[in-house]
């Protein structure tokens, strides 16, 4: 079984500019979420998703950011007008249907802002 | 909002020996999670405890889910190079919630010397 995967795995933008993070969960999870992992911390909650829902986006910055998980294709997380201090480890994991069930990381996307 | 706190932040061993880190929180969790991180990888779920006082292990990895609820530890016997990492403490935002939202420690970065 292929695992959560995440692309691209390195980013670099310009200020100003947006950002896009894409991740398919493993095979049979329909739970999305995003966690974001700046420089020499731990990782921190941004929102969790199902296919066309967003369940709880109470760790998501109130600007900028968006994330989707459409019915067709990967869950996508958006950052626009992209700002130094975006610059993190962005990490999208799954778990299958039902509470209480682990979680299973990807190996991330490293958005680097110039 | 709840902190996990990890010691130390950092080890520096010789290969074979035994290491022992922990995790402190100020309030309880009902459950404690025990990831690895490689550099440039996402973390991977070592060890899960459930219940207060379980002593769990996973090869030569042993955690235990402190009696308090509020601490827990992680033991790795006769290290070796490929140990190295990050080894973050996780556990649910809030208690009784889903395994999804997590809280993470902020690591403890350990480096074995061949």
């Known amino acids: 079984n292929a695992g959560v995967m995440q692309n691209p795995r390195h980013l670099v933008r310009r200020r100003g500019q947006e950002a896009r993070l894409r991740c398919s969960p493993m095979?049979?999870?329909?739970?999305v979420y995003w966690y974001r992992q700046l420089p020499e911390e731990g990782l921190k909650f941004m929102v969790y998703l199902q296919k066309e829902n967003i369940i709880d986006e109470s760790g998501m910055p109130k600007e900028r950011f968006s994330a989707e998980f459409p019915k067709e294709g990967p869950s996508i997380l958006r950052i626009q007008q992209v700002v130094r201090g975006d610059s993190a480890a962005y990490f999208c994991?799954?778990?299958?249907?039902?509470?209480?069930?682990?979680?299973?990381f990807g190996e991330g996307s490293w958005l680097t802002v110039v | 909002g709840q902190q996990l706190n990890q010691s130390p932040q950092s080890m520096f061993i010789q290969e074979g020996e035994d290491v022992s880190m922990n995790c402190t929180s100020s309030s309880i969790f009902n459950t404690w999670l025990w990831y690895k991180q490689d550099p440039g990888e996402g973390p991977v779920l070592l060890i899960a405890?459930?219940?207060?006082?379980e002593l769990t292990s996973n090869g030569r990895l042993t955690a235990q889910f402190g009696i308090t609820r509020k601490d827990s530890f992680l033991n790795i016997s006769a290290s070796i190079p490929s140990d190295v990492g990050i080894y973050f403490c996780?556990?649910?935002?809030?208690?009784?919630?889903?395994?999804?939202?997590?809280?993470f420690g902020k690591g403890t970065l350990l480096t074995v010397n061949p």
């Open positions: 994991a799954s778990s299958p249907p039902g509470t209480g069930n682990t979680i299973y």
């Open positions: 405890l459930y219940k207060a006082g």
């Open positions: 996780a556990g649910p935002m809030n208690s009784g919630g889903s395994n999804y939202k997590l809280t």
């Open positions: 095979k049979g999870h329909s739970h």
